[in-house]
């Protein structure tokens, strides 16, 4: 019976860890949008009920929901290299080596100490930060883009950048000459809504590894409850023999009694039968 409880409980145990990896990615929102990470990397962010950001994660459940979501927690390397091709980002998150580093291009005062580069903060395992993600199909994707792309192409698009420049130098000349109150006008509006549409993570609306992830919980969790039903039915039948050897006992000892008396009655019938035959042989004697 203990070897059975033995058997069941780590089978429980691990059905429990394996469905405690799927993690509700409803509140999640990623940056950049889902199949468009920097060099692979994405950050991974917690919405509260208001949907605004809030560090939620620690070191094991930022693990978790990069599994969840179909890829991988990524290392402090990936995310450097992220960085060098464009990622920055305004929130600290957690990476393998279990601390972490928030990516920044640009010194400001409310991001990262005002600091550049990865800023990195080797904070407790239970502080709770967003989390770094790592999709390897896109990192290949990407890398295979940026080795196909040809010389002749990029000094085409050169040409073009210039071209463009030298149009809008001129369309700003004329405008100056226009009217002086154009040409005052911030010509720079649109960028920081541009900057903002850029920064905001869209929300994550699932993909083909997640839901591959989803099916592999599933069925690792019914080869677990199909092992707990295996032992629950070897256990029901140990028990039965169990009880059918105990109910044949009885029987033998039974037996066994009715046999000793048969033959305790057969030894008494032997002695009181000589005990008639002295009997008469006296009487004949006298």
Excluded at 64 to 71: D, E, F, P
Excluded at 220 to 241: D, Q, W
Excluded at 263 to 279: C, G, L, N, P
Aim: proline residues 3%; hydrophobic residues 35%.
């Amino acid at each position: 019976m203990n070897m059975i409880w033995l058997c069941i409980i780590p089978a429980l145990s691990i059905t429990l860890v394996i469905c405690d990896k799927s993690i509700d990615t409803s509140h999640i929102r990623v940056f950049p949008a889902a199949n468009k990470s920097i060099a692979g990397v994405l950050q991974a962010t917690s919405l509260n009920h208001l949907n605004q950001p809030q560090y939620a994660f620690n070191a094991s459940e930022a693990r978790r929901l990069c599994l969840s979501l179909g890829v991988t927690i990524a290392s402090k390397a990936q995310v450097k290299e992220a960085l060098s091709r464009g990622l920055e980002t305004c929130r600290f998150g957690w990476v393998d080596e279990h601390f972490a580093v928030i990516p920044r291009r640009k010194a400001v005062s409310y991001c990262g100490q005002n600091q550049t580069g990865l800023v990195t903060w080797r904070a407790s395992v239970k502080h709770k930060f967003d989390v770094f993600c790592f999709n390897e199909s896109d990192a290949a994707t990407q890398l295979k883009d940026t080795t196909t792309d040809s010389p002749s192409s990029s000094r085409d698009s050169s040409r073009q950048t210039q071209s463009h420049s030298e149009a809008a130098n001129t369309t700003r000349s004329l405008h100056s000459t226009s009217t002086s109150s154009s040409s005052h006008l911030p010509s720079s509006s649109s960028t920081p809504e541009t900057m903002e549409n850029e920064a905001e993570p869209a929300r994550f609306t699932g993909s083909a590894q997640a839901s591959s992830g989803g099916k592999a919980i599933l069925i690792t969790s019914a080869c677990a409850l199909l092992l707990i039903a295996i032992i629950v039915i070897a256990y029901i039948k140990i028990r039965r023999n169990r009880i059918l050897t105990a109910d044949m006992k009885p029987q033998e000892e039974f037996i066994q009694t009715e046999e000793w008396t048969c033959v305790k009655t057969i030894s008494e019938t032997k002695t009181d039968t000589q005990e008639d035959e002295r009997i008469e042989v006296d009487d004949s004697e006298s």
